[in-house]
C-alpha cells in the first residue's frame, strides 16, 4: 500500500485539553502531523481541526479509529479520496532591497497578489491557495527574498457537504 | 441547596451508589476526608496509592461495576498511574479522584502540585480537571457514565482544593451530561454472511476475550458454541466466559496456550473471535496466525478490528446483543451443521488433546506449583474468585484451574503488572465477603505490594495468598533458561523474608508447605480460616510453563518440555 498525504478533518467538543489528546493520540502511536489547523465553528462549542498526516489506507484506517475512541471526538472524515476543496495561506514580507524594488513591484502585478501592508521599507502579502498554488507561490517569491513567512495548516471543506 | 464542593463529591458518589472508597489521604484532599468523616460511604485505607486503584480495579472485574479511589496531589496522584495504566490496558471501569493544589497556585510548580491529567493522558479513556465547582457535580457524573460506557476504561478527575472548599448550588435532578452510550444496531446483512461463512466452514473454531465478559455476554457466546457444538478457546482475559470443564473447551491459546488450543486455530478454517484484540502474546507471528481460516471478529471498538489482523467480516458492536442478534437468526435459517464435518473436527481437536495435554509431573519430594493449583481447584470446586500475579504464577493458574464463570479469573493481563494480585484481591474480597477470594502469587511480584498485608489485617478482609514460592523471578528466569543459555543475570531472588513470619508480623495468618504431602493440608487449614492467610509453598525452582511459543515464532512451533515432565 503506497504512503501518501491524507487531509483529516474531525469535529470536536472544544474542551480543554482537546488538541493535546489528538496530537499525543497520533504521537504516543508513532503518527506525525504534517501540518495542523484548528478554530471553532460557528458554535464555540465545537471545533474543528484539519491535519494532514502521511501514511497507506491501513494506517490512515487505523489513526481514524483510534481517533474516534477519544472522549470529544464528535466525528472523523478522512477527505483525501472523496470531493473536497483544500486551502493553505501563507503571509510574506518582502524587504524593499534597493535591487529587489521594482522586480518586487512587477510580481505583485503579474501575479495579483494581495498586498495588506506595504510602505516604503516592506510589503506583506496575503497569498491563498491549494498546495501546489502556494508551492508555486513560494517558488516565485524565492528570488525576490522573503524576510519573514507564516504559512496555515489545510484548511479543507468537503464538496457534497 | 447550597453544598461545598466536598459535600457535592460525596452526594454524587451517593448518587452513583457507590458503596466503598479505596484511598489515602493527603494534604489537597483534606476537606473530602473532612467529609468522608461524617459519611456512610466505607472508605479502606490501603497502604500505598497504586494498592487502592488495584482494589478498585479487581472490585470493578469482580462485580462489573465502577470502583472508586481516592488519592492526594501530587506523589499520591503519581502513584495511581501503574494502577491506572494496567485497568486501561484491560478497558477496566474505574473513576481515580486525585487532588490539586488551588487552581490559583497550577503552574506554578507549587507543593505537591503534579500535571497529572498530562500524565494519565495516554493511559486513561478520559481525565478532567475540574476548574470550578459549578462543573464539579456534571463532571462527576460524566466521569462515571463515560467509565462504563462502550469500551469501559478508566477515567481520572483532578479535583483542585479550592474547588472542593468553594460552595454552590447542587441539584442533582438538574445535572445533564452527554450521552456516550452506543446504540445496539442489528446487521442483518453481515448476520447473513456469518451464515454463509459457517455453512462453508468444516472446521470452525470460537475464541472468546475479555470483550466478552465485559460485555457480560458468556451465557451467550455459550448457548452458541454448545448449540453448534464449535469447539472454543480464549485469551487470557477471556477465561471464565466459556466453562473450562466443558469438552469443547480447548484451553488458553498463545505463547502459553495449549498445545490443542493452538493446533485447532492453526489448523481451522473459520475463526469467531470475539471481543479479543488479537494482541502479540496470542497471536505468535502474524503471518502464520490462523493462515488457513477465514475470520469473524465481533468487537465494540472499532479500533481493535484489523488492527494487528486483517479480518473477512468485522462487526462492530456490544458483544452480548451482536451474539443474541446471531443465535436468533442462525436458528431462524436452520443452520445445522453438517453432522460428519464437525465430528471429524471434534475428533482431530481431541486427538491433538490426547497427544500433548496439559500436565506435569509430581514427583520426588518437591512441591510442583501446578499440583498447587490444581488442588486449590479440587478443594474449592472452582467455587472461588481468583486473582493473580505475573509471571509463571499467572500462567500455571490460567492453564491449570479450570474457570467455569466470568468474573471468577482476574488478572493484570494487557500490562502484566506484579504486584496486582494482592491487591486486587482485597478489592475483590470487598465486594463478596462471603465468597472465598485466593491470590495465586509469586515470591517476586507480591513483594511489590506486600504493604497491603496490612490493610487486610486492619479491616480483617480475608483474602488467602497462595504464593507459588520459587525463590526466582520464575518467568524471566525462564527466559533467561531457554534463550540465554541458563546466564541467570539478576532474577535469583531467594534471598526474601521469611514469609510465615512476616505475615504473623503483619497480624495475619503464616503457613508453610515444603513437601508435596503437605499441600493438601496447607490449603485445608488456610481456606478454612476466616483471617487473611498466607501461605508458602516452597516449590520446585526451576518448573518451566510449557507448552511455550518462542517470541517471533508462529503458534503451532511449541516448546513441550522434556519427556520427563510431560509424562
Ligand atoms: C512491575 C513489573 N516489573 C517487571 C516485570 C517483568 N516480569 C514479568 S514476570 C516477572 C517475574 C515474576 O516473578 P514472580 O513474581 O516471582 O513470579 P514467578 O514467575 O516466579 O511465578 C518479571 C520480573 C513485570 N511484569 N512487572
Redesign the interface.
Known sequence: MENKEHIISILV?NK??VL??IA??LG?KGYNIESLCVNTTTKYEISKIVMATIGNQ?TI??IE??L?????VIQVDDLTNVDSIHREMILVRLNFAEDKKEQIKKAIDTYKWKVIVSNDAFVILEITGDKPQIDLALARLEPLGVTDITRTGIVALDLKG | MKLKGSQILLKMLEEEKVDIIFGYPGGSVLDIYDQLYKSNIKHILVRHEQGAVHAADGYARATGKVGVCLVTSGPGATNTVTGIATANMDSIPIVVFTGQVPTALIGNDAFQESDI??IT??CT??NF?V?SVEELASTIKEAFH?ARSG?PGPVLVDLPKNVMATETDYDPASIKI?N?DIFHKPAPKKMAQVLEMLTQAKKPLIMTGGGVILGKAAAELTELARLYQIPVTGTLMGLGSFPGTDPLWLGMLGMHGTFYANMAVSHCDLLIAVGVRFDDRVTGTIETFAANAKIIQIDI???S???NVVVELPIIGDTKATLRDMIKFLAEHNYTPLPTERSEWLKQTAEWREKVPLTYCQNGQVIKPQYVIETLRKLTKGNVIVTTEVGQNQMWTAQFFQFDKPNTFITSGGLGTMGYGLPAAIGVKCAFPDKQVVDIAGDGSIQMNIQELATAAQYNISVKIVLLNNGYLGMVRQWQELFYEKRYSHTDMSYAPDFVKLAEAYGIVGLRAIKPGEVEPVLQKGLSIDKPVLMDFQVSREECVYPMVRPGESISEMELGTREMIN
Do not use: E
Not at chain 1, 68 to 72: F, K, N, T
Open positions: 467538543h480543554p485539553d493535546a489528546r499525543g493520540t504516543g491501513a484506517a487505523r479509529n483510534q474516534q475512541r477519544l472522549v470529544d | 491529567t498530562g493522558r495516554p479513556k478520559h480537571l476548574r463515560i469500551r452527554r456516550y471498538d472499532p479500533s478490528i484489523n488492527r
